[in-house]
């Protein structure tokens, strides 16, 4: 006989999807299966007031289904905000691929999940994110014209990676300046967690300017390619979050900064390339503030990315793609003193502005 009850431990499983803590007003949510390739997807679209919805997609080994969903609605409402602060005409997407990228990544995999993105109609644009290479892009192409960062022998403009770095290395220096009185990060201390694509770019930025580099990743053959290349430290100790250094980069997944690290945390200044690097907004933004830390709100200076993709839907050249990453500088300089002005977290002074230019487009629309 089957039992009705339902037990205390199940009922996470069976919330709705509107009831899950990271869904923030989403327009729309899209899971897309199919069996022949063993595509597992799902595309968030956030907001589309400023635009079409603009974001990568992440092929990730998750530890289940609601990890993943809660993991794209967390990512492509970022991706309004990082848009809308940037001064872009596009709103938030983004899309996560459930598998292994090293063992599961097929062509046909992606030309399907291709697919998915062209019954949008263009709702949703989609870009390479973890897990994801140009090559993966290139791909998608040759079924929907909704994907940017293909290859630039393709008419695209690359690899987003580089851009990416140099927007947070510019948001690193503008901290620094605030922070420290002076923008320079010669001789300065600083821990990179994660050397991705991304983090990679970042160590070569931060060591030509001559900065104390220390690098942590969970892959011990990329540590070891990484730090003989760039004569980073790779770090050895237990808590990397309890080490005395002036900057803390995280450039891996999101929510390291939780109840669990933030109370250890010594660094003076937190400026990285990871999304969502607040597991909860407004509590860890106000301790971090409390502490007297500069965090430099990622979906600011982690904008390089969307800056160069966007160049493929404008038709902008290189040269504007690297001005607007370098103004990213003064935009965190304006967020830090403005939070400092209005005594609230450098998070929702960020989030203030993104919001407010999104409702003013929205007031215009309606007229």
């Known amino acids: 006989m089957v039992s009705d009850v339902i037990n205390a431990s199940d009922l996470k499983k069976i919330d709705p999807v509107f009831g899950q803590f990271s869904f923030d007003d989403h327009e729309q949510i899209v899971f ?57 005409n596009l709103g938030g997407g983004k899309a996560v691929i459930i598998g292994d990228a090293k063992t599961q990544k097929t062509p046909e995999l992606m030309k399907k999940f291709g697919e998915f993105v062209h019954s949008l109609s263009g709702k949703y644009i989609t870009a390479e994110d973890v897990g994801m290479e140009t090559a993966d892009m290139d791909l ?15 008419g695209g403009a690359g690899n987003p990676s580089p851009i990416t770095a140099y927007g947070v290395f510019m948001g690193m220096k503008a901290a620094a300046k605030y922070k420290f009185g002076s923008d320079v990060l010669e001789d300065r201390k600083i821990i990179v967690q994660g050397i991705g694509h991304v983090g990679e770019c970042l160590v070569e930025h931060l060591t030509n300017e001559g900065a104390k580099v220390i690098i942590s990743d ?6 070891e390619e990484v730090s003989k290349k760039y004569g980073a430290t790779i770090y050895t100790g237990n808590d990397i979050y309890s080490e005395a250094v002036d900057i803390y980069a995280p ?21 990285g390339a990871a999304n969502n690097q607040l597991a909860e907004e407004v509590k860890h933004g106000t301790i971090l503030q409390e502490k007297g830390i500069v965090y430099a709100p990622d979906f600011l200076i982690n904008a390089g990315g969307i800056i160069n993709v966007y160049a493929e839907l404008e038709g902008y ?28 977290t450098t998070n929702q002074a960020a989030l203030n502005i993104a919001k407010s230019r999104i409702e003013a487009r929205k007031n215009e629309n309606s007229k």
């Open 251 to 271: 450039c891996a997944l999101g929510a390291t900064i939780n109840d669990d690290t933030i109370n250890r945390i010594q660094a003076k200044i937190i400026a």
């Open 218 to 223: 969970i892959n011990q053959e990329r540590l």
């Open 32 to 88: 897309c299966n199919d069996k022949d390739t063993g595509l597992k997807a799902i595309i968030g679209i956030h907001n589309t007031v400023l635009g079409p919805a603009l974001g990568g997609t992440r092929m990730w080994q998750y530890n289940n289904e609601w990890e993943a969903l809660n993991d794209v609605l967390r990512l492509s409402r970022g991706m309004t905000f990082k848009a809308a602060i940037t001064g872009l």
């Open 140 to 154: 998608v192409r040759e079924v929907t014209p909704y994907v940017t960062g293909i290859s630039e022998s393709k």
């Open 317 to 344: 050249d290189k040269k504007e793609i690297m001005r607007k990453t370098q103004n990213i500088y003064n935009t965190t300089l304006e967020i830090l003193s403005n939070a400092d002005t209005n005594g609230v």
